[in-house]
């Protein structure tokens, strides 16, 4: 099993459309868990932390089931701006920060 | 949050020749990372970057291959050695600020012909 393993993509929704992005990690002594955003040719940027309690913050809203070991990135009302490959990242578990990324998906956003 | 510049941006190199990464961050950090991101993949970590100590490389990363300098908290440099055209990639540098996740550089396109 992969350490972290997300939807392969791409998605294509058009202006407007609800889109979810789903990812599972396989270590068990994580604890902290991030969606970044990643535009082409570009760094990633952090976009948001994940939560067991949830959280939203605008548009997005992010979930964690740690008994599942699963985090959900859902984004409503999309904007063409938000087409980008969105990164599922787990850290290692230990006080160490290393963090695994998972290979993203891309998401394309259509007028 | 903090500001990261890397240099250079991006460069041409031949194979056999080695090329240094420079990662300058605005503030003093603990913690900094290298990553690599190869053509179309994500981003797999080669090594931790902490002043005061010797690199911690990932398996499949080696020092002779990737060595690593920290001299102070807000600087590092990673060098890509003897490179083969395997070695095309972007290389990134990253921070830790907060446990809120990392920081990264802008990155540099490598590519060796």
């Known amino acids: 099993r992969k350490e972290v393993e997300q939807d392969p993509g791409p998605f294509n929704v058009p202006e407007g459309a609800t889109v979810a992005f789903n990812c599972t990690y396989s270590n068990s002594a994580s604890q902290s868990f991030f969606w970044y955003r990643q535009d082409c040719r570009k760094e990633p940027k952090l976009l948001m932390s994940?939560?067991?309690s949830g959280n939203e913050d605008g548009r997005f809203t992010a979930q964690l089931n740690r008994a599942s070991q699963y985090i959900s990135l859902l984004i409503r009302d999309s904007k063409l701006s938000d087409s980008a490959t969105y990164l599922c990242?787990?850290?290692?578990?230990?006080?160490?920060?290393?963090?695994?990324f998972g290979k993203g998906t891309l998401l394309t956003v259509n007028p | 949050s903090a500001v990261i510049s890397q240099k250079p941006s991006r460069d041409i190199c031949q194979r056999g020749t080695s090329l240094t990464i420079q990662c300058q961050v605005d503030s003093q950090v603990t913690m900094m990372f290298w990553y690599r991101q190869q053509p179309g993949q994500s981003l797999t970590l080669i090594a931790t970057?902490?002043?005061?100590?010797?690199?911690?490389?990932e398996s499949g990363f080696v020092i002779d291959k990737f060595p690593i300098s920290r001299p102070n908290l807000t600087f590092s440099t990673l060098t890509v050695s003897n490179m083969s055209p395997e070695d095309s990639s972007i290389y990134l540098c990253?921070?830790?600020?907060?446990?809120?996740?990392?920081?990264f550089g802008p990155g540099t396109r490598l590519t060796v012909t």
């Open positions: 994940v939560y067991s």
């Open positions: 970057a902490n002043q005061g100590s010797e690199a911690t490389y």
């Open positions: 990242v787990v850290d290692s578990g230990g006080s160490n920060y290393k963090l695994t």
């Open positions: 990253s921070v830790v600020v907060t446990r809120e996740g990392q920081y």
